[in-house]
């Protein structure tokens, strides 16, 4: 049968890409894992992984279980919140996800008044760019996630959570700052650090240059960073000029260790969303989370 007890063993050895790894993290023998997913096997018929010397990878077959053992596991864990909560207890663990920006510059001081006010509640956040948290979500790894674009896919409910707007951000010595601003066709000729495709800083980026008759390939682009903490360290150390959200450089404009100038023409507002998967009936104790983002926007 496929219990819980063998798929937490099969998701571990996925995750880890060890049998061994996995063995003691979850404090069993090697053998003993192995036998739990030799019976996988047998009863499913179809091998699960391909042993590549010491790394082990799953099959096709065994990334189609995966994807339903986490969710699975996950109903597992709604249950016994949903049970919790019924008896009056609030505690437990709810896992969100959300990007960059949201994530390190949002959710701390939510999540410091959520506390406050159910302090037996644990809340693990994954972060990522918002590609990542909408796959989580749709693999039912995480319970909702906090991104910075509207995502099209008709598994996904958007909330508009807050507004942010992007700025255009470049070191104090740099040939444009102090003017009052700069013409939209200049950017082509400078030297850009900019995130990640599939951020939701990067997809606005493009929106906004395509408006205004700029393709994003255009661009003179020194390096692709993963974190908005990076694209600052790179601006301030004179790599090239970057558009960030302006909540992420509020100290380092008040420090004057970065600046920032207006391009006429082009103004970059976007909305955080909150998103989750219509199909997922959410346990009470995450909807209690739930209700008090939205109560913060």
């Given amino acids: 049968m496929l219990d819980l007890h063998r798929l937490k063993i099969f998701i571990a050895i996925i995750e880890m890409k060890s049998f061994s790894k996995a063995a003691r993290h979850l404090y069993l023998t090697q053998p003993t894992v192995s036998q739990h997913v030799n019976y996988l096997e047998e009863y499913l018929g179809v091998p699960l992984f391909d042993r590549l010397g010491k790394e082990v990878r799953p099959t096709r077959a065994g990334k189609i279980l995966h994807t339903y053992a986490l969710r699975l596991l996950r109903m597992a864990d709604d249950a016994e919140l949903a049970v919790a909560y019924y008896k009056g207890e609030k505690s437990g663990t709810i896992i969100t996800g959300a990007s960059n920006?949201?994530?390190?510059?949002?959710?701390?001081?939510?999540?410091?008044?959520?506390?406050?006010?159910?302090?037996?509640?644990?809340?693990?956040?994954?972060?990522?760019?918002?590609?990542?948290?909408?796959?989580?979500?749709?693999?039912?790894?995480?319970?909702?996630?906090?991104?910075?674009?509207?995502?099209?896919?008709?598994?996904?409910?958007?909330?508009?959570?807050?507004?942010d707007e992007l700025c255009l951000i470049m070191p104090p010595a740099h040939p444009w700052a102090g003017k009052r601003f700069i013409e939209p066709a200049a950017?082509?000729?400078?030297?850009?650090?900019?995130?990640?495709?599939?951020?939701?800083?990067?997809?606005?980026?493009?929106?906004?240059?395509?408006?205004?008759?700029?393709?994003?390939?255009?661009?003179?682009?020194?390096?692709?960073?993963?974190?908005?903490?990076?694209?600052?360290?790179?601006?301030?150390?004179?790599?090239?000029?970057?558009?960030?959200?302006?909540?992420?450089?509020?100290?380092?404009?008040?420090?004057?260790?970065?600046?920032?100038?207006?391009?006429?023409?082009?103004?970059?507002?976007?909305?955080?969303?909150?998103?989750?998967?219509?199909?997922?009936?959410?346990?009470?104790?995450?909807?209690?989370?739930?209700?008090?983002?939205?109560?913060?926007?």
């Fill in 101 to 163: 920006v949201p994530g390190e510059y949002i959710l701390p001081q939510i999540l410091g008044r959520f506390k406050e006010k159910y302090p037996g509640i644990v809340i693990r956040v994954q972060l990522g760019d918002t590609g990542d948290i909408i796959d989580k979500i749709l693999n039912y790894e995480i319970d909702f996630g906090l991104v910075g674009a509207r995502v099209a896919n008709d598994q996904l409910r958007c909330s508009r959570f807050t507004d």
């Fill in 187 to 297: 950017l082509q000729r400078a030297a850009f650090v900019i995130r990640e495709s599939g951020s939701g800083t990067r997809m606005m980026v493009e929106q906004a240059l395509r408006k205004a008759g700029i393709e994003a390939d255009e661009l003179s682009i020194i390096a692709e960073l993963g974190t908005n903490a990076a694209v600052k360290q790179a601006v301030k150390a004179g790599l090239g000029i970057s558009f960030v959200s302006k909540r992420s450089v509020v100290d380092e404009l008040a420090m004057n260790v970065i600046t920032s100038i207006p391009v006429r023409g082009l103004k970059m507002q976007r909305s955080f969303y909150i998103v989750r998967h219509k199909k997922r009936e959410l346990p009470p104790l995450v909807k209690e989370f739930h209700r008090f983002l939205l109560s913060q926007r």
